[in-house]
């Protein structure tokens, strides 16, 4: 009855089938690797952000890096903002209008300075038009913020590009930037969120980070494609019942049409 499975047909079916499963399988596997990982990093990044804040010097130091697991930490960081080498970090929207983040080194000594983002100004009126940027506080200042890492075109997904107009980036590169200073850089860069003593006029307050819903969206394409393992093998079973059926039908059919001998 069930020779018809060796068929070429119902052979080709078989493979597809055979294909298909472990595809799900490795497909459902690497969904739920993206949920442990997203999980684990909106957890930690959640943590960062309701941590007390601790002295930048401590998360990082001239010529290195932010470590991932440090990103959005609170930090503080006392010194004097350098105007003359302010820059503006171009097409940064915010709350959908294009505009520009506010980036200004703060000297905190012995020949050291950190980047600050202190805030984000709306575009002028035309591409060639700059935009109207609060003067950073004179005088000795702490500020508080999240410490980011150094943007890259990779990291950030914007790309790079000469012929800029003077005291204007796309990335904030501490490396980049930090090569026209007279002071070494501390790595990453901090985005403001507090000042002491506040500031008579400043930028607008960059938002909060989403973090993120620790990747359920993901645990849930994990399951459809496991799910998905179910239906290709009920499917396949019940096409197999289906034929059986139809043969068996069609024997039987067979045996009726037969004349019956006097």
Same mark, same amino acid.
């Given at each position: 009855?069930?020779?018809?499975?060796?068929?070429?047909?119902?052979?080709?079916? &078989?493979? #597809?089938?055979?294909?298909?499963?472990?595809?799900? +399988?490795?497909?459902?596997?690497? *969904?739920?690797?993206? %949920?442990?990982?997203?999980?684990?990093?909106? &957890?930690?990044?959640?943590?960062?952000?309701?941590?007390?804040? +601790? /002295?930048?010097?401590?998360?990082?130091?001239?010529?290195?890096?932010?470590?991932? *697991?440090?990103? %959005?930490?609170?930090?503080?960081?006392?010194?004097?903002?350098?105007?003359? &080498? *302010?820059?503006?970090?171009?097409?940064?929207?915010?709350?959908?209008?294009?505009?520009?983040?506010?980036?200004?080194?703060?000297?905190?000594?012995?020949?050291?300075?950190? =980047? #600050?983002?202190?805030?984000?100004?709306?575009?002028?009126?035309?591409?060639?038009?700059?935009?109207?940027?609060?003067?950073?506080?004179?005088?000795?200042?702490?500020?508080?913020?999240?410490?980011?890492?150094?943007?890259?075109?990779?990291?950030?997904?914007? *790309?790079?590009?000469?012929?800029?107009?003077?005291?204007? +980036?796309?990335? @904030?590169?501490?490396?980049?930037?930090?090569?026209?200073?007279? %002071?070494?850089?501390?790595?990453? %860069?901090?985005? =403001?969120?507090?000042?002491?003593?506040?500031? $008579?006029?400043? /930028?607008?307050? @960059?938002?909060?980070?989403?973090?993120?819903?620790?990747?359920?969206?993901?645990?849930?394409?994990?399951?459809?494609?496991?799910?998905?393992?179910?239906?290709?093998?009920?499917?396949?079973?019940?096409?197999?019942?289906?034929?059986?059926?139809?043969?068996?039908?069609?024997? $039987?059919?067979?045996?009726?049409?037969?004349?019956?001998?006097?």
């Amino acid at each position: 009855m069930y020779r018809f499975l060796l068929t070429p047909r119902w052979m080709a079916l &078989h493979v #597809v089938v055979l294909l298909v499963i472990p595809a799900f +399988v490795f497909l459902g596997r690497w *969904q739920f690797g993206r %949920y442990d990982e997203r999980s684990a990093s909106s &957890h930690q990044a959640t943590a960062n952000l309701a941590a007390a804040p +601790v /002295p930048a010097e401590r998360l990082t130091a001239p010529g290195g890096s932010v470590r991932v *697991q440090d990103k %959005y930490r609170s930090v503080t960081a006392t010194g004097t903002f350098d105007p003359a &080498h *302010q820059l503006l970090v171009r097409r940064r929207p915010q709350e959908g209008v294009l505009g520009f983040y506010v980036l200004t080194p703060l000297n905190i000594g012995d020949g050291r300075g950190v =980047l #600050v983002n202190r805030g984000w100004v709306k575009a002028g009126a035309t591409a060639d038009t700059l935009p109207e940027v609060p003067a950073p506080s004179t005088g000795e200042v702490t500020v508080t913020g999240r410490i980011r890492p150094s943007e890259t075109e990779a990291t950030s997904g914007i *790309q790079d590009r000469p012929g800029l107009p003077p005291g204007q +980036v796309l990335l @904030i590169n501490t490396e980049t930037i930090g090569r026209g200073l007279p %002071y070494r850089l501390l790595g990453g %860069y901090v985005e =403001l969120t507090a000042q002491s003593p506040e500031a $008579a006029t400043a /930028p607008a307050p @960059i938002p909060e980070p989403d973090v993120g819903e620790g990747g359920g969206l993901n645990l849930a394409y994990g399951v459809q494609w496991w799910l998905f393992i179910g239906i290709a093998v009920g499917g396949w079973a019940l096409l197999i019942r289906r034929e059986a059926a139809d043969l068996r039908a069609e024997e $039987a059919k067979g045996k009726e049409a037969q004349p019956v001998e006097a």
